[in-house]
């Protein structure tokens, strides 16, 4: 698990809520207690649990976003977020949140998300580059220092925003997702994502969206297959999404087309085990894809909902599917190919998960 620790990792799919701290989130709920909007008590009983079904999973976000709803909190979940990533030794996030709307709180969608960049922007402990200018043009990129893997100088992170398309939203909701990540764009963020409860809304209220995002150059990743649905797993395939999240339920048929289009898969290991996708998790589909040599990355999904880390990933990875350790940096190193990021970022990657495979192996 330590040595997992050391590898410079990619995370490519956490969703900024859940990614909340435990402590962050017992504090938050104390105050919201003690001012009668929540019971604490039965919270903590909420939070606490292990082993939640994938309603509980979203009945536990709709508390999230009770406990985080106001600009200034906001910043502080996605400043802590970054922290914690950083502490992991993960060197490049597509950070994904959903811009929301809150009327009691005079919080627009655009100033959530200025609140999650004011977060980003506050962080001293770590040096954090989200601005899309440090481009292939831009020579500062090649300056970026290496991390120093053990930890003792201040670590670097490169931040990237993906806004996510809640399937509760209307097309007008999602549309204006869409042209707010347009907006944004100098400002880190580089794609969109669909997610929320896989069971509730229909393909055709986002297929809008989500085709206008293509049409304006914006990557989309798409939560795919989380349940059985095979006519919208086809829809979703028919788009041709940058990349897939979970994938799960996909049948021969589907799973030939993600192949032989390489269409790279977030895989969730930990998460897909305890929203009870899968019998256990040796029969995951990470297996197979390995095998096909498949593109893929190990991500956390909600390192905070389900207690996890991205080096606790690699390690459940290499403890139950065989792979040397050589096998883990090369899938840590294989995710910079389909990162959202330009050229210029991924060749910084490719440098920093070169020497550190130098120093490790
Ligand atoms: P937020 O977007 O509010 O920062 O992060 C929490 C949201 O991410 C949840 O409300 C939900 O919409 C989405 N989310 C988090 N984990 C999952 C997951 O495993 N599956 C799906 N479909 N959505 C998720």
């Not at 809304?201 to 969206?209: H, S, V």
């Amino acid at each position: 698990k330590e040595w997992c620790h050391l590898i410079p990792k990619i995370e490519l799919h956490a969703h900024l809520n859940g990614s909340i701290r435990d402590s962050t989130l017992f504090e938050l709920a104390k105050v919201l207690g003690e001012k009668g909007v929540i019971v604490f008590a039965a919270v903590e009983d909420v939070i606490m649990k292990s082993g939640r079904s994938l309603p509980e999973c979203f009945q536990l976000f709709d508390l999230f976003h009770i406990l985080a709803t106001d600009h200034e909190t906001v910043a502080r979940i996605a400043k802590e977020a970054i922290e914690d990533f950083a502490a992991e030794n993960v060197v490049y996030i597509e950070l994904r949140t959903t811009p929301k709307n809150n009327e009691s709180k005079g919080m627009t969608k655009r100033s959530y998300m200025e609140a999650v960049i004011k977060g980003l922007r506050a962080i001293e402990t770590v040096s954090v580059y989200f601005l899309n200018t440090d481009d292939s043009t831009d020579n500062s990129i090649e300056a970026i220092p290496t991390n120093d893997i053990h930890g003792a100088k201040k670590k670097n992170i490169y931040v990237r925003l993906l806004l996510s398309i809640d399937r509760r939203e209307t097309t007008a909701a999602a549309m204006e997702t869409v042209d707010l990540a347009l907006e944004l764009k100098d400002l880190g963020v580089v794609g969109i994502d669909l997610s929320g409860n896989p069971v509730v809304g229909e393909w055709n209220t986002f297929l809008p969206a989500l085709t206008y995002a293509k049409e304006q150059g914006l990557p989309i990743t798409l939560h795919c297959g989380e349940v059985p649905n095979r006519k919208e797993v086809q829809s979703m395939l028919d788009i041709c999404p940058q990349r897939i999240g979970h994938a799960c339920f996909l049948e021969n048929e589907e799973w030939e087309r993600v192949k032989s289009s390489k269409i790279p898969v977030e895989i969730c290991l930990t998460s897909n085990l305890r929203t009870q996708r899968l019998e256990s998790i040796d029969r995951h589909h990470f297996a197979d894809l390995y095998k096909a040599k498949h593109p893929m990355v190990l991500c956390t999904d909600d390192p905070g909902l389900f207690s996890t880390s991205v080096s606790n990933e690699y390690y459940l990875a290499a403890s139950t599917f065989g792979l040397s350790k050589g096998e883990l940096i090369d899938l840590a190193q294989n995710a910079i190919e389909f990162v959202f990021a330009s050229d210029g970022v991924k060749k910084a990657l490719t440098d920093i998960i070169q020497a550190a495979k130098r120093e490790l192996q």
